[in-house]
């Protein structure tokens, strides 16, 4: 390794050590993923149905008990995990006899009916299969997506293990090879080309990588851009990963997969704005609707790369490449200002605190206002030599 590359990668190379020393200290308080057998799942299964019976056999209209997946009443947060719900959380009564959720009673039995037999055969099937199935009854994909979290939540169930896959919008590429559960090999090297984030992130096995860190990009067309420009290879070996904007749980489960194998630092880069930096928070700490899967999908280890509030004055990026903040924005921001993880982020609680002041945000092409290649030849180099990410 020459003397350029090693100064490149000193900072980093710190970060990880330093990361690692926390994993070390973490060790024996970190939550273990408890795996459930098919067999626990079935019986979860049987027994809220049995409880349907009960009722029935009581001539009482069946009532399930959802846990409250939209309040941050329910929501604990732990630096170690991010925010998780909590066990002693509200619920939603989803009623038989009641006109306003007769339909999601219906809904709910026919997916755990559907949940049941895979389970049962050992077999897999999409969200969207289960949705054209009786395209009359969901009457959208979303319900069906918000169904099978639901079930998840009551069942205390990691979703991965009820046997139904969501197809990935995301896209990953760089120094990274894995097997698939059915024995395909991956090749993320392609420099020309991304490969779509697996749809059974639990089957991957015997990754290969010698990646010093993983990015996390929030733009497709920002991914694609670094694709263009080589960035893979001219920075190499790294990985970079797309959710194309707001994450589906496969993207952030692939992050957190490479976390637990690899224990290399993971960078975010996201616009400089309140939206941008929601995303962020979701890869590192979670969020309230996903709270119950918090152990398998939040990297609190996360860094904040770019582009950071106070680079827009450090760069002198030009006014006219800078956007007010909205009525929205601001209100956005005043959000995450609040959210219970930002007390243990104090650099990025002053980030957002000189947005908050300053009343403009700005993308990350904004940096093309400075000089057409600056973020891939400038930007992103020099931030990863000297360390700029908080």
């Known amino acids: 390794m020459g003397n350029s590359t090693r100064e490149l990668y000193s900072e980093i190379d710190k970060l990880r050590a330093q990361l690692l020393h926390n994993v070390e200290l973490m060790s024996d308080r970190q939550w273990m993923i408890e795996e459930i057998s098919d067999r626990e799942i079935l019986t979860r299964i049987e027994n809220v149905i049995l409880g349907i019976v009960t009722s029935l056999s009581k001539d009482e209209a069946p009532v399930l008990a959802l846990p409250n997946r939209s309040s941050w009443a329910n929501i604990s947060f732990d630096s170690a995990v991010g925010l998780q719900m909590s066990s002693g959380s509200s619920v939603t009564t989803i009623r038989s006899d009641c006109s306003s959720s007769i339909t999601k009673f219906a809904q709910i039995l026919k997916i ?27 009457v959208s994909q979303r319900t069906v997506d918000s169904i099978v979290d639901d079930i998840s939540c009551m069942l205390k169930v990691p979703r991965r293990s009820l046997h139904v896959l969501a197809s990935s919008k995301g896209l990953i590429s760089g120094d990274l090879s894995y097997l698939e559960e059915d024995g395909t090999r991956v090749d993320c090297r392609s420099s020309s080309a991304a490969v779509a984030v697996s749809s059974n992130i639990g089957g991957i096995k015997n990754i290969v990588s010698s990646a010093k860190f993983v990015m996390i990009v929030e733009k497709d067309a920002t991914f ?50 309140p939206h941008g930096m929601e995303i962020m928070c979701v890869y590192k700490y979670g969020s309230v609707a996903m709270s119950f899967e918090a152990h398998s999908l ?41 959210r219970p993880y930002l007390s243990s982020q104090s650099d990025w609680q002053k980030e957002m605190e000189l947005m908050q002041q300053s009343k403009v945000k700005a993308e990350i092409q904004s940096l093309d206002a400075i000089a057409p290649d600056f973020l891939t030849s400038i930007y992103l180099p020099n931030k990863l030599r000297y360390g700029g990410w908080v």
């Open 112 to 138: 755990l009916a559907a949940i049941y037999r895979l389970v049962q055969s050992n077999s897999y099937s999409t969200k969207r299969d289960i949705y054209y199935n009786n395209p009359q009854l969901f």
């Open 224 to 273: 694609q851009r670094l694709l263009d420009n080589d960035f893979c290879t001219k920075l190499a070996p790294c990985i970079i990963i797309t959710g194309k904007g707001m994450p589906d749980v496969n993207s952030r489960l692939m992050v957190r997969k490479l976390w637990d194998t690899l224990h290399i630092p993971i960078f975010a880069l996201v616009d400089a704005d």
């Open 298 to 338: 939040t990297v609190p280890s996360v860094m904040w790369l770019g582009l950071l509030p106070s680079d827009l004055q450090r760069l002198r990026v030009p006014e006219d490449a800078l956007i007010p903040l909205t009525k929205r924005d601001q209100s956005k921001l005043n959000s995450l200002l609040e």
